[in-house]
């Protein structure tokens, strides 16, 4: 199906700059109208619909810039490219000031004005492309589902479903950073449980000697420091669900009072002969191999069945690539709001990056990374250069990220990757520079940089 034109509407008191912009656009198979002064303009525009308004800035009876004001009272979000006889600075600026995308001083030429407006044409994708990935994933968020359409999410979100209906036992298995307490607040809040409370419990968080305490409650003068009664999370679980994140760093001592109160339902607080009934759904994680850990001795096999009734496997972000554009976006949006910036978006080069880096601390660095890119940005777009820190992270986060990342260290660096992307858009652009940074997204000054930084590096 054939696409439809973009339209675009001319507005200059000289005939001879409307018919050189009609011609110069048609050529690219624009669909142009002209107007010669704001109030035609204006009556034209709120009858029909453009893509882009171009509008000399100098012009009777109402200013370029009037017009502009006018044209955004009626739609905030046009696009409008001023022209202006004056290539002074102060013009420009008081025309971006207002809202306007770009500017063309006179004399430009026919090519000059097409790259003005297909770049306009450009950033306007892309700010609605924002726009409609944002409205769904407020939607997706709002609705409590897990980010992400690739295969792998997909199956995760028909398990969430299939378990969330049931009251049965769930094991969450993942790399750190994979979100495994995301999943088991999406299992609450879609079970018949969602009402009532979610209690959790990072097991490794917690010493080992506190632990029992913390689960299961203490009487007043159990140990010392027990100066009065305390509930334990079981209790506080009463009638919801409690999550035990990292359950394989418990004590093999402590496993078996869990596993006695998974049978019986029932808990014995520290320092009382009482026991207390709860009515608790367990779900728990780890990114632990408990089947090595049992052949270890670490973890009882009996726990480990009574835990293991619907397994949840949660991959790492290196095998669902596609998903990390949308979780980038989403934690653009997020930090954007929460420290009140206006970053538009990643450009080609840093989006690129973002889905060639193997992620070894998964969605957790990832969201590390673009809050931190947001923090330090002082442009529109996020940049290739504000991610050089992931390189050096790499082999921490790989160490974090438990047994399931130790294939981490067969991928290459950010920088080998960053590089190997600038001189795969240099062999493209036939080493234009200046094409090739308008692609990247960064200046010729930095570009050539880079290839100096390369040639060094093929030197040592």
């Known amino acids: 199906m054939e696409l439809p034109r973009k339209r675009i509407l001319i507005v200059d008191d000289e005939e001879d700059t409307r018919d050189a912009c009609t011609q110069a656009l048609k050529k690219e198979n624009y669909e142009v109208v002209t107007c010669s002064n704001g109030f035609e303009a204006l009556e034209r525009f709120r009858t029909d619909a453009f893509d882009i308004v171009v509008a000399d800035i100098k012009m009777p009876r109402m200013s370029g810039i009037e017009l502009l004001r006018s044209l955004h009272k009626i739609d905030p979000q046009l696009a409008v490219i001023m022209i202006t006889g004056y290539a002074d600075v102060d013009t420009a600026v008081e025309s971006m000031r207002e809202g306007a995308v770009d500017y063309v001083p006179k004399p430009f030429t026919p090519d000059e004005l097409r790259l003005v407006i297909k770049n306009a044409l450009e950033r306007q994708h892309l700010l609605q492309e924002n726009r409609a990935l944002k409205e769904a994933l407020r939607r997706s968020v709002n609705a409590g589902e897990i980010i992400g359409e690739s295969e792998p999410i997909q199956k995760v979100r028909q398990l969430i479903d299939k378990v969330a209906g049931t009251d049965s036992t769930v094991l969450i298995l993942g790399e750190t950073g994979t979100g495994k307490e995301l999943v088991a607040r999406q299992i609450h809040q879609k079970s018949s449980r969602g009402n009532s409370q979610l209690v959790v419990v990072n097991c490794a968080a917690i010493p080992a000697d506190l632990l029992e305490s913390e689960l299961f409650g203490h009487e007043k003068g159990a140990f010392t420091g027990a100066l009065r009664r305390k509930k334990g999370f079981f209790e506080l679980a009463d009638g919801g669900t409690l999550f035990l994140d990292e359950v394989g760093d418990m004590s093999v001592d402590l496993q078996s009072k869990l596993m006695r109160a998974l049978q019986e339902r029932e808990i014995q607080p520290v320092g009382s002969e009482r026991k207390v009934y709860v009515d608790v759904r367990i779900v728990a994680a780890t990114n632990r191999d408990l089947k090595d850990a049992i052949r270890r001795g670490t973890f009882r096999e009996d726990l480990y069945y009574r835990l293991n009734v619907m397994p949840i496997v949660l991959p790492p972000l290196r095998e669902r690539p596609g998903d990390i554009s949308l979780l980038a976006d989403y934690f653009l949006g997020k930090y954007n709001a929460d420290l009140k910036k206006r970053v538009r978006g990643f450009t080609p080069g840093a989006r690129a990056l973002l889905e060639s880096y193997p992620w070894p601390g998964n969605v957790r660095e ?7 890119a947001v923090i330090l940005n002082e442009g529109e777009m996020i940049t290739v250069d504000s991610f050089s820190q992931l390189s050096s992270e790499a082999a921490p986060a790989s160490a974090a990220a438990g047994d399931g990342a130790k294939e981490v260290n067969r991928y290459p660096s950010l920088k080998k990757v960053e590089q ?9 652009t ?12 960064i200046s010729t000054v930095t570009l050539w940089r880079k290839i100096e930084e390369r040639q060094k590096d093929i030197k040592e």
């Open 430 to 441: 036939r080493w234009n520079r200046k094409k090739a940074s308008e692609i990247l997204g």
């Open 420 to 428: 190997d992307y600038i001189l795969e858009v240099l062999q493209a």
């Open 366 to 372: 990832l969201e590390n990374a673009v809050e931190r």
